[in-house]
Protein backbone atom coordinates (compact mmCIF):
# COMPACT_ATOMS: atom_id res chain seq x y z
CA UNK A 1 0.00 0.00 0.00
CA UNK A 2 1.14 3.70 -0.75
CA UNK A 3 2.81 5.13 2.51
CA UNK A 4 3.76 9.20 2.14
CA UNK A 5 6.95 9.32 4.10
CA UNK A 6 6.36 12.51 6.33
CA UNK A 7 9.42 14.73 7.61
CA UNK A 8 9.04 15.53 11.45
CA UNK A 9 12.57 15.83 11.76
CA UNK A 10 14.39 19.07 13.39
CA UNK A 11 16.26 19.56 10.15
CA UNK A 12 16.05 18.74 7.76
CA UNK A 13 12.37 19.97 7.23
CA UNK A 14 9.65 20.06 4.40
CA UNK A 15 9.89 22.60 1.78
CA UNK A 16 6.84 24.87 0.97
CA UNK A 17 5.77 24.88 -2.57
CA UNK A 18 6.90 28.31 -3.40
CA UNK A 19 10.61 27.19 -2.31
CA UNK A 20 10.27 23.90 -4.29
CA UNK A 21 9.28 25.88 -7.64
CA UNK A 22 11.87 28.68 -7.29
CA UNK A 23 14.89 25.35 -6.22
CA UNK A 24 13.45 23.85 -9.90
CA UNK A 25 14.73 26.77 -12.22
CA UNK A 26 17.50 26.63 -14.31
CA UNK A 27 20.38 28.93 -12.72
CA UNK A 28 21.31 32.27 -13.02
CA UNK A 29 25.09 33.71 -13.36
CA UNK A 30 26.10 35.46 -9.65
CA UNK A 31 27.97 38.66 -11.88
CA UNK A 32 24.84 39.72 -13.32
CA UNK A 33 22.84 42.95 -11.95
CA UNK A 34 19.78 40.37 -11.45
CA UNK A 35 21.53 38.03 -9.08
CA UNK A 36 22.54 41.69 -7.36
CA UNK A 37 19.26 42.52 -7.15
CA UNK A 38 17.64 39.09 -5.69
CA UNK A 39 20.48 39.09 -3.42
CA UNK A 40 20.28 42.50 -2.32
CA UNK A 41 16.33 41.82 -1.59
CA UNK A 42 17.09 38.88 0.40
CA UNK A 43 20.19 40.68 2.53
CA UNK A 44 17.03 43.43 3.29
CA UNK A 45 14.69 40.49 4.42
CA UNK A 46 16.84 38.85 6.62
CA UNK A 47 16.79 42.53 8.40
CA UNK A 48 13.91 42.45 8.71
CA UNK A 49 13.53 39.15 10.16
CA UNK A 50 16.50 40.21 12.61
CA UNK A 51 14.85 43.80 12.94
CA UNK A 52 18.26 45.23 12.55
CA UNK A 53 19.91 47.25 10.10
CA UNK A 54 23.28 45.86 11.35
CA UNK A 55 25.36 43.79 9.95
CA UNK A 56 24.36 40.36 8.14
CA UNK A 57 26.70 37.84 5.63
CA UNK A 58 25.47 34.33 4.25
CA UNK A 59 27.91 31.44 3.73
CA UNK A 60 27.51 28.32 1.60
CA UNK A 61 27.92 26.00 4.51
CA UNK A 62 25.83 24.34 6.68
CA UNK A 63 25.07 25.98 9.88
CA UNK A 64 28.45 24.61 11.22
CA UNK A 65 30.18 26.82 9.00
CA UNK A 66 28.28 29.83 10.39
CA UNK A 67 29.50 28.28 14.19
CA UNK A 68 33.33 28.22 12.89
CA UNK A 69 32.92 31.76 11.55
CA UNK A 70 31.99 33.10 14.57
CA UNK A 71 35.07 31.30 16.34
CA UNK A 72 37.21 32.67 13.89
CA UNK A 73 36.66 36.08 13.02
CA UNK A 74 35.32 37.47 16.49
CA UNK A 75 38.05 35.71 18.90
CA UNK A 76 41.84 35.49 19.42
CA UNK A 77 43.63 32.41 20.32
CA UNK A 78 44.18 32.13 23.95
CA UNK A 79 40.82 34.19 24.75
CA UNK A 80 38.64 32.73 27.38
CA UNK A 81 35.42 32.04 26.92
CA UNK A 82 32.33 30.44 28.42
CA UNK A 83 30.37 27.46 26.39
CA UNK A 84 26.93 26.90 27.85
CA UNK A 85 27.42 23.18 26.94
CA UNK A 86 24.07 21.24 27.59
CA UNK A 87 23.54 19.35 24.32
CA UNK A 88 25.76 18.06 21.23
CA UNK A 89 25.36 20.89 19.80
CA UNK A 90 26.84 23.04 22.74
CA UNK A 91 29.07 20.58 22.81
CA UNK A 92 29.95 21.43 19.31
CA UNK A 93 30.64 25.48 20.35
CA UNK A 94 33.14 23.32 22.48
CA UNK A 95 35.15 21.91 20.18
CA UNK A 96 35.06 25.30 17.82
CA UNK A 97 36.52 26.85 20.25
CA UNK A 98 38.98 24.16 21.75
CA UNK A 99 40.19 23.55 17.72
CA UNK A 100 41.22 27.40 17.66
CA UNK A 101 43.28 27.20 21.10
CA UNK A 102 40.75 29.36 23.07
CA UNK A 103 40.68 28.67 26.80
CA UNK A 104 37.38 27.08 27.29
CA UNK A 105 35.05 27.16 30.67
CA UNK A 106 33.17 24.57 30.30
CA UNK A 107 29.70 25.11 31.63
CA UNK A 108 28.15 21.48 31.02
CA UNK A 109 24.57 20.79 32.26
CA UNK A 110 22.63 17.45 32.39
CA UNK A 111 20.89 17.22 29.28
CA UNK A 112 17.12 18.42 29.47
CA UNK A 113 17.90 20.99 31.54
CA UNK A 114 18.94 24.76 31.24
CA UNK A 115 21.30 26.77 32.68
CA UNK A 116 21.08 28.45 36.58
CA UNK A 117 21.99 31.94 36.65
CA UNK A 118 23.59 32.10 39.46
CA UNK A 119 26.25 29.46 38.21
CA UNK A 120 26.57 32.03 35.10
CA UNK A 121 27.20 35.09 37.57
CA UNK A 122 29.71 32.65 40.00
CA UNK A 123 31.79 31.61 36.86
CA UNK A 124 31.93 35.01 35.69
CA UNK A 125 32.94 37.01 38.96
CA UNK A 126 35.39 33.60 38.64
CA UNK A 127 37.24 34.75 35.26
CA UNK A 128 36.41 38.37 34.75
CA UNK A 129 38.64 38.62 31.56
CA UNK A 130 35.65 36.10 29.77
CA UNK A 131 35.21 37.52 26.20
CA UNK A 132 33.03 35.28 24.82
CA UNK A 133 29.47 32.93 26.23
CA UNK A 134 28.26 30.79 23.98
CA UNK A 135 25.20 29.35 24.03
CA UNK A 136 22.42 27.81 21.70
CA UNK A 137 19.07 29.56 22.47
CA UNK A 138 17.48 26.07 21.19
CA UNK A 139 19.31 23.24 21.90
CA UNK A 140 17.78 20.59 19.24
CA UNK A 141 19.76 17.72 20.67
CA UNK A 142 17.95 18.06 23.56
CA UNK A 143 14.73 20.32 22.27
CA UNK A 144 16.21 23.01 25.35
CA UNK A 145 14.51 26.53 24.80
CA UNK A 146 17.44 28.31 26.97
CA UNK A 147 16.62 32.35 28.06
CA UNK A 148 19.40 34.09 26.17
CA UNK A 149 18.31 37.14 27.50
CA UNK A 150 19.61 37.27 30.38
CA UNK A 151 23.12 35.86 29.20
CA UNK A 152 22.65 39.43 27.06
CA UNK A 153 22.70 41.17 30.16
CA UNK A 154 25.63 39.92 32.01
CA UNK A 155 28.25 39.88 28.82
CA UNK A 156 27.03 43.54 28.79
CA UNK A 157 28.82 44.48 32.25
CA UNK A 158 31.53 42.25 31.69
CA UNK A 159 34.61 44.57 30.00
CA UNK A 160 35.14 42.82 27.33
CA UNK A 161 32.44 40.06 26.07
CA UNK A 162 30.22 39.40 23.86
CA UNK A 163 27.25 37.23 23.74
CA UNK A 164 27.22 34.06 20.72
CA UNK A 165 24.00 32.38 20.30
CA UNK A 166 23.34 29.53 17.91
CA UNK A 167 19.94 30.45 16.38
CA UNK A 168 19.52 27.89 14.61
CA UNK A 169 16.05 26.12 15.50
CA UNK A 170 15.38 29.57 17.24
CA UNK A 171 15.20 32.03 14.34
CA UNK A 172 12.09 31.42 12.52
CA UNK A 173 10.73 30.10 15.58
CA UNK A 174 10.63 32.37 18.11
CA UNK A 175 10.58 36.60 17.80
CA UNK A 176 14.60 36.90 17.99
CA UNK A 177 15.97 40.56 17.78
CA UNK A 178 19.35 40.42 18.01
CA UNK A 179 19.41 43.85 19.30
CA UNK A 180 16.41 44.15 21.22
CA UNK A 181 18.51 40.91 23.14
CA UNK A 182 21.64 41.63 23.54
CA UNK A 183 23.32 39.03 21.52
CA UNK A 184 26.10 40.17 19.79
CA UNK A 185 26.63 37.09 17.55
CA UNK A 186 23.65 35.51 15.57
CA UNK A 187 23.86 32.38 13.39
CA UNK A 188 21.41 30.51 11.66
CA UNK A 189 21.33 27.76 9.49
CA UNK A 190 18.77 27.33 5.74
CA UNK A 191 17.84 23.41 6.64
CA UNK A 192 16.06 24.44 9.92
CA UNK A 193 13.20 27.16 10.31
CA UNK A 194 14.29 28.77 7.33
CA UNK A 195 12.23 25.77 5.14
CA UNK A 196 15.21 25.33 2.85
CA UNK A 197 17.52 22.45 1.92
CA UNK A 198 20.74 22.34 3.93
CA UNK A 199 23.65 24.51 2.48
CA UNK A 200 23.28 28.21 3.60
CA UNK A 201 24.57 29.69 6.68
CA UNK A 202 23.29 33.01 7.92
CA UNK A 203 25.62 35.51 10.54
CA UNK A 204 24.24 38.67 12.54
CA UNK A 205 27.28 40.68 14.39
CA UNK A 206 26.46 43.82 16.23
CA UNK A 207 28.74 47.09 16.18
CA UNK A 208 30.72 45.92 18.90
CA UNK A 209 31.61 42.27 17.76
CA UNK A 210 32.67 44.52 14.63
CA UNK A 211 35.39 46.14 16.25
CA UNK A 212 37.15 42.38 17.07
CA UNK A 213 37.17 41.84 13.67
CA UNK A 214 40.41 43.38 12.95
CA UNK A 215 41.94 42.36 16.10
CA UNK A 216 41.13 38.36 15.81
CA UNK A 217 44.79 36.49 15.08
CA UNK A 218 43.38 33.17 13.80
CA UNK A 219 44.11 32.25 10.05
CA UNK A 220 41.12 32.10 7.78
CA UNK A 221 40.48 32.16 4.30
CA UNK A 222 37.04 30.85 3.06
CA UNK A 223 35.21 32.25 6.56
CA UNK A 224 36.55 35.49 6.45
CA UNK A 225 34.05 37.70 7.64
CA UNK A 226 35.74 41.21 7.10
CA UNK A 227 36.35 40.30 3.48
CA UNK A 228 32.37 38.75 3.24
CA UNK A 229 31.22 41.66 4.72
CA UNK A 230 32.69 44.52 2.55
CA UNK A 231 31.65 42.37 -0.61
CA UNK A 232 28.01 41.32 0.56
CA UNK A 233 27.37 45.61 1.28
CA UNK A 234 27.80 45.75 -2.45
CA UNK A 235 25.33 42.81 -3.36
CA UNK A 236 28.17 40.50 -3.94
CA UNK A 237 29.93 37.74 -2.14
CA UNK A 238 33.52 36.91 -2.55
CA UNK A 239 33.37 32.95 -3.82
CA UNK A 240 30.46 31.70 -6.19
CA UNK A 241 27.03 31.75 -3.87
CA UNK A 242 24.50 28.86 -3.32
CA UNK A 243 23.51 30.83 -6.11
CA UNK A 244 19.87 28.47 -6.06
CA UNK A 245 19.22 28.70 -2.21
CA UNK A 246 19.95 32.50 -2.07
CA UNK A 247 17.17 32.84 -4.66
CA UNK A 248 14.86 30.02 -2.85
CA UNK A 249 15.73 32.18 0.45
CA UNK A 250 14.02 34.98 -0.96
CA UNK A 251 10.60 33.10 -1.42
CA UNK A 252 11.01 31.49 2.45
CA UNK A 253 11.43 34.75 3.59
CA UNK A 254 8.30 36.41 1.69
CA UNK A 255 6.19 33.39 3.45
CA UNK A 256 7.99 34.18 6.95
CA UNK A 257 7.39 37.70 6.37
CA UNK A 258 3.80 37.77 4.93
CA UNK A 259 2.90 35.28 7.91
CA UNK A 260 4.40 38.46 10.16
CA UNK A 261 7.40 37.32 13.03
CA UNK A 262 4.28 37.90 15.47
CA UNK A 263 2.06 35.32 13.87
CA UNK A 264 4.88 33.12 13.17
CA UNK A 265 5.73 32.67 16.85
CA UNK A 266 2.42 32.29 18.13
CA UNK A 267 1.89 29.54 15.82
CA UNK A 268 5.10 27.46 16.65
CA UNK A 269 3.97 28.33 20.43
CA UNK A 270 0.71 26.57 19.62
CA UNK A 271 1.90 23.72 17.70
CA UNK A 272 4.86 22.76 20.63
CA UNK A 273 2.02 23.60 23.53
CA UNK A 274 -0.14 20.82 21.20
CA UNK A 275 2.31 18.92 21.06
CA UNK A 276 3.74 18.52 24.12
CA UNK A 277 0.04 18.06 26.34
CA UNK A 278 -1.03 15.27 23.63
CA UNK A 279 2.42 13.23 24.64
CA UNK A 280 2.29 13.62 28.37
CA UNK A 281 -1.80 12.66 28.11
CA UNK A 282 -1.04 9.91 25.93
CA UNK A 283 1.89 8.84 29.24
CA UNK A 284 4.97 9.77 27.99
CA UNK A 285 7.14 11.84 29.60
CA UNK A 286 9.07 14.94 28.33
CA UNK A 287 12.71 15.26 27.96
CA UNK A 288 13.65 18.70 29.04
CA UNK A 289 12.75 20.87 31.69
CA UNK A 290 12.84 24.03 29.55
CA UNK A 291 10.90 22.94 25.75
CA UNK A 292 11.60 24.73 22.71
CA UNK A 293 9.21 25.64 20.74
CA UNK A 294 11.27 23.62 17.55
CA UNK A 295 10.92 20.04 18.39
CA UNK A 296 9.78 18.21 21.03
CA UNK A 297 11.83 15.69 22.64
CA UNK A 298 9.76 12.43 24.80
CA UNK A 299 11.11 9.47 26.65
CA UNK A 300 10.00 6.52 24.95
CA UNK A 301 8.10 4.14 27.48
CA UNK A 302 9.59 1.85 29.72
CA UNK A 303 11.14 -1.41 28.17
CA UNK A 304 10.73 0.12 24.62
CA UNK A 305 13.66 1.22 22.63
CA UNK A 306 12.79 4.58 20.87
CA UNK A 307 14.52 3.31 17.73
CA UNK A 308 12.06 0.63 17.90
CA UNK A 309 8.98 3.05 18.22
CA UNK A 310 10.46 5.36 15.51
CA UNK A 311 10.65 2.23 13.15
CA UNK A 312 6.68 1.82 13.66
CA UNK A 313 6.59 5.35 12.96
CA UNK A 314 8.01 5.33 9.66
CA UNK A 315 6.22 1.99 8.96
CA UNK A 316 3.52 4.56 8.99
CA UNK A 317 4.34 6.90 7.71
CA UNK A 318 6.34 9.58 10.26
CA UNK A 319 9.92 9.97 10.08
CA UNK A 320 10.92 11.51 13.59
CA UNK A 321 14.27 11.93 14.80
CA UNK A 322 16.00 9.67 17.91
CA UNK A 323 18.01 10.75 20.47
CA UNK A 324 22.08 11.41 19.82
CA UNK A 325 24.65 10.42 21.90
CA UNK A 326 23.82 9.07 25.59
CA UNK A 327 19.76 9.77 24.59
CA UNK A 328 20.18 7.41 21.92
CA UNK A 329 17.30 4.46 21.94
CA UNK A 330 15.94 6.10 24.76
CA UNK A 331 14.16 9.43 23.57
CA UNK A 332 12.51 10.71 20.07
CA UNK A 333 12.02 13.71 19.11
CA UNK A 334 9.09 15.33 17.17
CA UNK A 335 10.01 18.58 15.02
CA UNK A 336 7.36 21.26 14.21
CA UNK A 337 9.16 24.25 12.68
CA UNK A 338 8.87 25.65 9.88
CA UNK A 339 6.41 25.01 7.01
CA UNK A 340 4.35 22.86 9.49
CA UNK A 341 0.45 23.78 10.73
CA UNK A 342 -1.60 22.73 13.44
CA UNK A 343 -3.06 19.68 11.39
CA UNK A 344 0.21 18.23 11.45
CA UNK A 345 0.50 18.31 14.60
CA UNK A 346 -2.47 16.10 15.02
CA UNK A 347 -1.20 13.90 12.36
CA UNK A 348 2.01 13.32 14.02
CA UNK A 349 0.14 12.37 17.33
CA UNK A 350 -2.62 9.88 16.03
CA UNK A 351 0.40 8.21 14.37
CA UNK A 352 2.39 7.76 17.26
CA UNK A 353 -0.90 6.83 18.81
CA UNK A 354 -1.01 4.33 16.38
CA UNK A 355 3.14 2.95 16.36
CA UNK A 356 2.60 2.45 20.42
CA UNK A 357 -0.09 0.48 20.04
CA UNK A 358 1.23 -1.39 17.50
CA UNK A 359 4.40 -1.99 19.93
CA UNK A 360 2.55 -3.42 22.44
CA UNK A 361 2.09 0.16 24.77
CA UNK A 362 -1.39 0.28 26.99
CA UNK A 363 -2.94 3.03 25.16
CA UNK A 364 -6.50 4.19 24.57
CA UNK A 365 -6.50 5.90 21.23
CA UNK A 366 -7.84 9.20 20.07
CA UNK A 367 -6.69 10.19 23.85
CA UNK A 368 -3.66 12.21 22.86
CA UNK A 369 -5.31 13.41 19.63
CA UNK A 370 -8.25 14.40 21.49
CA UNK A 371 -5.51 16.55 23.44
CA UNK A 372 -3.95 18.33 20.67
CA UNK A 373 -7.31 19.27 19.47
CA UNK A 374 -8.53 20.67 22.74
CA UNK A 375 -4.87 23.22 22.69
CA UNK A 376 -5.50 24.08 19.10
CA UNK A 377 -9.29 25.00 19.57
CA UNK A 378 -7.90 26.65 22.51
CA UNK A 379 -5.68 29.11 21.36
CA UNK A 380 -7.08 29.88 17.81
C1 LIG B 1 21.21 21.73 13.01
C2 LIG B 1 21.91 22.52 14.04
C3 LIG B 1 23.22 22.99 13.87
C4 LIG B 1 24.01 22.88 12.61
O1 LIG B 1 24.16 21.70 12.07
P1 LIG B 1 24.56 21.54 10.53
O2 LIG B 1 24.39 20.10 10.35
O3 LIG B 1 25.95 22.00 10.42
O4 LIG B 1 23.64 22.40 9.74
C5 LIG B 1 23.79 23.72 14.88
N1 LIG B 1 23.12 24.00 16.00
C6 LIG B 1 21.87 23.60 16.20
C7 LIG B 1 21.18 23.99 17.47
C8 LIG B 1 21.22 22.84 15.23
O5 LIG B 1 19.95 22.45 15.42
Not at 138 to 143: K, L, P, R
Not at 162 to 177: A, H, M
Request: glycine fraction near 8%.
Amino acid sequence: MLIKERLFTPGPVPLPPQVIKALGQQIIHHRTPEFKKIFTEVREKLQKLLKTEGNIIMFSSSGTGGMEASVLNFFSKGDRVLIINAGKFGQRWKEIAQTYELKVVDYEIEWGKTYDKERVLQIVSEFPDIKGIFVQQSETSTTTYHDVSFLGEVSKNLEDCILVVDGITSVGVYEVYPEEIGIDILVTGSQKALMLPPGLSVLYFSDKAEKRLSKSNIPKYYFDVQKEAKKQKEGQTAYTPAINLIIALNESLNLILDEGLKNLAERHRIMAEATREAVKEIGLKLLSESPSNSATGVYSPAGINADDLRKELLKIGFRVAGGQDSLKGKIFRIAHMGYFDFNDVIQVIAGLEMALYRIGFDIELGKGVKKAQEVILKNS
